[in-house]
């Protein structure tokens, strides 16, 4: 039990570390020409905050878990990318079939953001956990 609380700590860390530069970096370029009108002004937290519980959750169960069982960090890196580019895939098609302004680009974009960012997480997260923490 004590390896999935300090993964969920550190998956946290990491996660939280990769989408602040994503997001500071491309919310401008990427998102706000296409998206502009339907962004809020200001940053909702309690919607964020719960995203990220659910999601880090899923990092864990369905990425890490299965590398921490194993005690192959590699299984983490292909079961965190797969998780990720599904749950992008889910958001961004269907954010592109029911709103008038969401693009290609967006999707494309952000399926490989969540894919990179959730096998990259995944894969340290386990690889740290492996390493330094005692089942």
């Known amino acids: 039990m004590t390896q999935y609380i300090v ?18 970096n491309m919310a401008s370029s990427l998102y706000r020409p296409v998206i502009g009108e339907i962004m809020a002004d200001e940053f909702r937290k309690a919607p964020a905050a719960a995203f990220y519980f659910i999601y880090l959750f899923g990092i864990v169960w369905f990425g890490i878990k299965p590398a921490l069982i194993s005690g192959q960090w590699t299984s983490a890196l292909l079961n965190g990318a797969l998780f ?47 390493r330094f923490v005692k089942a």
């Open 7 to 24: 993964a969920y700590l550190v998956a946290a860390v990491i996660f939280g570390i990769l989408d602040f530069l994503w997001l500071s």
């Open 84 to 130: 990720g580019g599904i749950a992008y895939a889910t958001y961004d098609l269907t954010s592109q079939a029911v709103l008038k302004t969401w693009s290609t680009k967006i999707t494309l974009y952000d399926i490989a953001w969540g894919t990179f960012a959730t096998g990259t997480t995944a894969a340290l997260t386990a690889y740290l956990i492996l």
